[in-house]
């Protein structure tokens, strides 16, 4: 399996780690959570899901589907690589919205709390479906048809761009962030979220 492969689905599975983390924070917003929410860490989840997708993550699918969108021949697996394209964007400007709303509550600007608990919902739960779309549809696709010179092609025109918080060294402004992703339990995150 190709190496951008391997990149995509380790990115798919941090993004779903950071995403259960996150849902861990945004819980202390509701009336019944004794947990006190860190907005400082809600906001550099936020800002990681904002930059690192959409510097690396998104244009390296972008760049594997423009080579293997031509090679489609099934009408319905075209139609969900048109969806997951689509999807880039509400994500990128579902992320904006709620960097600037979280970013208003840090400035105790008044927010309307259950309207931003829902609409935090909605985000997860398309982040959550989109990964698992692409999981299901886009990887195997791109594993059965493309071919090792795609891929080094590909790789070639990509600006290789290091994960700023998984990657190999983690940037200064990710390091509370790092520590609290690795440094939750998953069984916890799971029982206190749900």
């Keep these: 399996m190709s190496l951008l492969i391997n990149r995509l689905v380790k990115d798919h ?20 959570s004794e947990h006190t929410p860190r907005l400082w860490l809600i906001l550099d989840a936020l800002d990681y899901l904002h930059n ?3 510097s ?3 244009p390296l699918e972008s760049r594997l589907l423009s080579r293997l969108r031509p ?7 075209r139609a969900v690589m048109a969806e997951v394209e689509a999807e880039h964007k509400e994500i990128r400007q579902f992320t904006t919205s709620l960097i600037e709303r979280f970013s208003a509550l840090s400035m105790d600007q008044v927010i309307p709390v259950n309207q931003l608990l829902a609409d935090y919902q909605k985000y ?3 982040q959550r ?6 999981n299901r549809v886009l990887i195997p696709a791109m594993k059965a048809i493309l071919t090792e010179e795609d891929f080094k092609q ?19 402004s990710y ?6 992703v690795v440094g939750v339990p998953v069984e916890q995150v799971a029982s206190e979220v749900h």
């Design 129 to 134: 479906a989109h990964i698992k779309k692409e």
């Design 154 to 172: 590909v790789n070639e025109a990509l600006k290789v761009t290091p994960d700023p918080l998984f990657g190999s060294h983690t940037w200064e």
């Design 71 to 77: 090679r489609l021949t099934d009408a319905s697996q």
């Design 13 to 32: 599975e941090h993004l779903l780690r950071l995403l259960d983390c996150l849902d861990h924070e945004v819980s202390g917003y509701k009336d019944e």
């Design 52 to 54: 690192y997708p959409d």
């Design 175 to 180: 390091e509370n962030l790092y520590q609290f």
């Design 56 to 58: 690396f993550h998104h």
């Design 124 to 126: 997860v739960e398309l």
